[in-house]
Each structure stands twice: as C-alpha cells, then as structure tokens.
C-alpha cells in the first residue's frame, strides 16, 4: 500500500504541480480491500479524446435506445426487428398489437351501426311528424250507422242511451250507443270435469340433469291431491338405478328442484323396484323390490300404512316394458283414482290395467287390453284410458294405441311424442297439472297435454 501511495504521490507531483485541485479518494472495491483514488485535471485538455467502446455505460445506454426504437417501430405498425429482442417478447408485442388493431376495428364498426340506427330513427320521428301534421288537417266525416236502417233497434241488440226515438236519418248530433252483449260459450271440447280423450301432446320442458350414474332411470313426482304437512307444490323424486334404491328426496318446488336443493330426504323401509311409483293424497306408492307386493308409505307418518299382493302379476322381468328394468308394475294415477299396469301369465303378457283402493290398495276392477306389453315402451292413464308409448328411444316416435276402460274398448292410435335425449324410463300423468311426467336418460322433464271431447 505505501508503494502505491509513493507512486501516486509521485503523479501528483509531475502532473499536478501548480494546480490546487487534486482530490484523494479512499473505499473498499467490490471485493471489499481498500482503494485510493487520486484525481487530478489534466493542464492542457478541455475533454477526453473519444474511445472506441465509449465505456459500459454507453454501450447500456445504445441497449436501451435500441429496445426503445423497436416498440416503437412494432407498435407503429413497422418492421423494425432487434435480433437481441427475445422471441417470446416479440410474439408478445405482435399478440398485443394485433388485438389492439381488431378493438379498433370492432369499435369503429359499432360506431357505424349506431351512426346508422340514429338515422334510421331520425327519418322515422320526421316521418311520424309528416303523419301527425297530415292528421291534424284531415277533416272528420259523420261516421256510417252502427245499424243499418232495414234493422230494427230492438232486434239488433243496440240500446240508445240518448233518444230512444233516434234511427238513421235523424237528428246527426252525436248520441252515445251502448251494446248489450250476450256471451254464448264456444263449443266445449271438454265435459264438466275437464276430462277428454287425448288429442296432442306438447315439446318436452327440461328442469334437471341427474347428477351420478344412478338417475340414469329414476322417478318423479307432484302429488294431485296434496295433504298436509306437504303441499302440492312439493316434488319427489327417486333415482332408481341400484339394488337397494331407498332413498326419496324432496324439494319444496320445481325451481328448488332444478337447482338441486333438497328440503328432505326419507329412507323407505323397504327397497324399490324399478321406475313405476307414484304419489297420491299423501302417500307414495310403490312396488317392493323383487316381488308382487305393492306398499303404501305414508309421507307424514314416515311408515307403511299398506301393503297387499297384485295378484298374479309378473315381477322382476317377467313382463316388464320394451326397456326393461323391471318395469313389470307401472302405478299411476288420473282424475279418476289410482291405476296398476301389469300383466299376468293368463293374459300371456298382454296388458292389464286394474284400478286400486288407495287406501287399502285392493284391486276394484281388472280390464285386459290385447296389445302386449313387451311391446311398448311406457303407458299411462287419462280419464280412465290407457295411453301406450311405441319407443323409448326414437326421437320422434308416437303414442301408439289407446283402451278406454269406459267402453272395454281399444284402437289404434297415431299421436306425435318426442323423446328429447333418446332413453325413456318414465312416462306418467299428473292430472292437477294437465301435464306429462318423464325421465329421459338422467333428464326430468314435462308435457302439456291437451284433451278432447269426452
């Protein structure tokens, strides 16, 4: 250090002398030893002759001049490239550039669309104005008679609130008319309890998708004739796919229901068969699993009220419907009461429809219709007629045939039914609502239904 100290003081004396503004300066470098500085102006240059790097600080300064000169040129729509820019940096600009030109361009067409619509209603307001002006100096006419002079007054249904002795010709002096309307009802195409035979069956409504694999098939359903403590607004509903299907769940209305949010959920004491259930006056009825035993479950005692054997019918496969599933029992319900779909090995798998107590679920009359049941793909009850389903998987299939329990009697029929998503487990009336019930592959979904002369 004093060798380097005896060298500078040595430099200062050659190339400072006279001078009186050498300056010493002492810190650590970056490796942390201690450095002296001596500075001392140079006695005959004004400046330092320029170098051929210009020092770092220069070559960072060109860097970033360069880097400045190239957004420049990308965001001005040049093609400026700096090779030192990287390639993620450059995709980077052109993305940005290239979204800020398509704003442009949206906005400047959304601009020329208003700019035409405020024309457009420009020449409307002064061709309403020309209107307007043009009605203001139309003159008013006497207005024809209401009545033609041939027509007697007491035979047209008029009455004059003015001179009673006023006919056409008279007195042209305004007189107030009043009609007296008599309303005749158009031809009913229902009888008083608004039953008919079914005439059309409207587009299906989806409300929900099944959310696992067991609502593939599944049930539900809105009590007609509600009881309390449920109202008829509550749904039930059954995912049926399972061996041990128990579970009932309840939703307080249709939008609770689309929404997925259950207000109660019951679990049966005895498994269910398959998708033929159905909700009546505050029970659920449903067939027990791999038997003929139909049971009553109460909804507000939590508990089976009922339970007795469907004579004879089929069960488990026996004869259930094209689908399969074990769909041998389909219960449901119309303005009449509650209904059985089956068969039996008497009736050689034709169908069955017997009508039931509800209360003690005994079969008060049997009625065997000729189409088979295997045939079909789905069936339920209007008015005491027994509707069948050709396909349950056709998107545009029909309902196929039609047995009136009034008459013991049946025919073909050819009526246009949609299955929307193609696998159609579930097909049932709900006679408060006019309405269709189905459960097409994992969707719930509704009919309108409109009936015809009784």
Not at 217 to 233: F, H, R
Request: charged share 20%; proline share 6%.
């Amino acid at each position: 250090m004093w060798l380097l100290l005896n060298v500078c003081v040595f430099c200062l004396l050659q190339y400072g002398e006279g001078q009186d503004r050498a300056t010493l300066w002492r810190g650590n470098d970056r490796s942390g030893h201690c450095q002296y500085t001596f500075t001392v102006p140079s006695p005959s240059e004004t400046s330092c002759p320029p170098t051929a790097s210009g020092g770092p600080e220069m070559e960072g300064l060109k860097t970033r001049l360069s880097l400045l000169e190239v957004l420049v040129a990308r965001l001005t729509g040049g093609e400026t490239r700096d090779p030192g820019l990287g390639a993620g940096s450059q995709a980077g600009l052109q993305e940005a550039l290239t979204q800020a030109m398509g704003d442009r361009s949206l906005l400047q067409g959304e601009k020329e669309h208003l700019e035409r619509d405020v024309e457009g209603l420009q020449r409307r307001v002064e061709e309403m104005r020309r209107e307007t002006e043009r009605l203001k100096s139309r003159p008013c006419y006497p207005q024809s008679p209401l009545v033609p002079p041939s027509v007697p007054l007491q035979d047209s249904g008029l009455r004059l609130a003015g001179d009673p002795a006023w006919r056409y010709g008279g007195n042209a002096g305004f007189q107030e008319l009043k009609a007296e309307v008599t309303e005749i009802p158009a031809p009913s195409t229902e009888d008083s309890t608004g039953c008919g035979e079914l005439i059309s069956i409207g587009e299906p409504v989806s409300h929900r998708k099944a959310d696992s694999i067991a609502g593939k098939y599944g049930v539900w359903m809105q009590d007609p004739e509600a009881v309390a403590p449920y109202g008829g607004k509550m749904v039930w509903r059954i995912d049926t796919v399972g061996s041990e299907v128990r579970q009932l769940f309840g939703y307080e209305d249709m939008d609770q229901l689309s929404k997925g949010y259950p207000s109660k959920v019951l679990l049966l004491p005895e498994p269910v068969e398959s998708t033929g259930a159905t909700l009546y006056r505050g029970s659920l009825y449903y067939q027990r699993r791999r038997s003929r035993t139909l049971l009553r479950y109460d909804l507000a005692s939590e508990s089976i009220a009922a339970r007795r054997d469907l004579p004879h019918a089929g069960f488990h496969g026996q004869f259930p419907y094209s689908w399969g599933g074990y769909t041998d029992v389909d219960l449901g319900v119309d303005e009449q009461g509650l209904w059985a779909v089956y068969s039996t090995n008497k009736a050689k798998g034709a169908i069955v429809v017997s009508q039931l107590d509800p209360h003690s679920l005994a079969v008060k009359r049997s009625w065997e219709t000729s189409i088979r049941k295997n045939s079909v793909a789905n069936a339920f009850v209007i008015c005491g007629r027994l509707y069948t389903v050709a396909s349950y998987t056709a998107p545009n299939t029909t309902i196929n045939f039609m047995f009136d329990t009034a008459t013991g009697q049946g025919k073909q029929v050819a009526l246009p039914f949609r299955n929307k998503y193609r696998y159609n487990s579930m097909v049932d009336y709900n006679p408060a609502q006019r309405k269709l019930h189905a459960w097409d592959n994992f969707h719930i979904v509704s009919y309108d239904v409109r009936l015809g002369h009784q």
